[in-house]
T-cell receptor
Framework: DAKTTQPNSMESNEEEPVHLPCNHS???????IHWYRQLPSQGPEYVIH???SNVNNRMASLAIAEDRKSSTLILHRATLRDAAVYYC????????????FGTGTRLTIIP | NAGVTQTPKFRVLKTGQSMTLLCAQD?????MYWYRQDPGMGLRLIHY???????AKGEVPDGYNVSRLKKQNFLLGLESAAPSQTSVYFC?????????????FGPGTRLTVL
C-alpha cells in the first residue's frame, strides 16, 4: 500500500487559514487522496477527497500537486472546533478495501 | 437518522472472557467496517463486510470474529479476550467502498481487558 507522510503536529491561530500538508511520493495512478479528521473522543469524520483536480466543499479545500506526490488540506478560516487529528489516506478505488490511517497531524487552534 | 451506533460504549473484561460488540446503521449502507485504535495511533482495519452475509479480513483480524446476518448490523466478537485487545473500537459504514461521502463512523466502544 502507498504510504503517506504528515507532520505530527501543527498550530494555527483562530480565524486564520490552515494548510495541512501530506506527502505521498509512491502514489499510484488509481489512488484517491482522502482526508478524515478525528475530534477528541469521537470517531473519524470524512472531510474531503480527490484524484487529480483540486476540490472544494463546505468543510475544506484539497489542493493536489500536479505530479500527485503531495497534497494540502486547506481550512479557510480555522475555528476552535477544527482542533482535531487530521488523517491523509490513499485509497485505491479498484477493489482494495484495506487501508492505513497512519498517525495523522494533530492540529491545535490558538484562540 | 441515528447514523452509526455502537453498543456498548464502555466495557471491562477479564482475560479469557468473551463478548460481542454491536454496530448498527440506518443508512441502508452495503459496506461496514470494524477498526481498532490504540493510544496515540491511527485506526487499523480488523474486518469488513461488502454486504449482508459476507465478511472479509482486514489488517489485524487475529483474535476477532465477525458476522453480518442483517444488512444493518455488523457484530464483532472476541472469543477469549486478551490484554492486547484493550483498545477503542470503531465501526463504520459506507454506501460504496469509500464513496463520495466517505465512511460514516460510530462513536466508538472503549474496551479494557484486565
Amino acid at each position: 500500500d502507498a504510504k503517506t507522510t504528515q507532520p505530527n503536529s501543527m498550530e494555527s491561530n483562530e480565524e486564520e487559514p490552515v494548510h495541512l500538508p501530506c506527502n505521498h511520493s509512491t502514489i499510484s495512478g488509481t489512488d484517491y487522496i482522502h482526508w478524515y479528521r478525528q475530534l477528541p473522543s469521537q470517531g473519524p469524520e470524512y472531510v474531503i477527497h480527490g484524484l487529480t483536480s483540486n476540490v472544494n466543499n463546505r468543510m475544506a479545500s484539497l489542493a493536489i500537486a500536479e505530479d500527485r506526490k503531495s497534497s494540502t488540506l486547506i481550512l479557510h478560516r480555522a475555528t476552535l472546533r477544527d482542533a482535531a487529528v487530521y488523517y491523509c489516506i490513499l485509497r485505491d478505488d479498484f477493489g482494495n478495501e484495506k487501508l492505513t490511517f497512519g498517525t495523522g497531524t494533530r492540529l491545535t487552534i490558538i484562540p | 437518522n441515528a447514523g452509526v451506533t455502537q453498543t456498548p460504549k464502555f466495557r471491562v473484561l477479564k482475560t479469557g472472557q468473551s463478548m460481542t460488540l454491536l454496530c448498527a446503521q440506518d443508512m441502508n449502507h452495503e459496506y461496514m467496517y470494524w477498526y481498532r485504535q490504540d493510544p496515540g495511533m491511527g485506526l487499523r482495519l480488523i474486518h469488513y463486510s461488502v454486504g449482508e452475509g459476507t465478511t472479509a479480513k482486514g489488517e489485524v483480524p487475529d483474535g476477532y470474529n465477525v458476522s453480518r446476518l442483517k444488512k444493518q448490523n455488523f457484530l464483532l466478537g472476541l472469543e477469549s479476550a486478551a490484554p492486547s485487545q484493550t483498545s477503542v473500537y470503531f465501526c463504520a459504514s459506507s454506501y460504496l467502498p469509500w464513496g463520495n461521502n466517505g465512511q460514516f463512523f460510530g462513536p466508538g466502544t472503549r474496551l479494557t481487558v484486565l
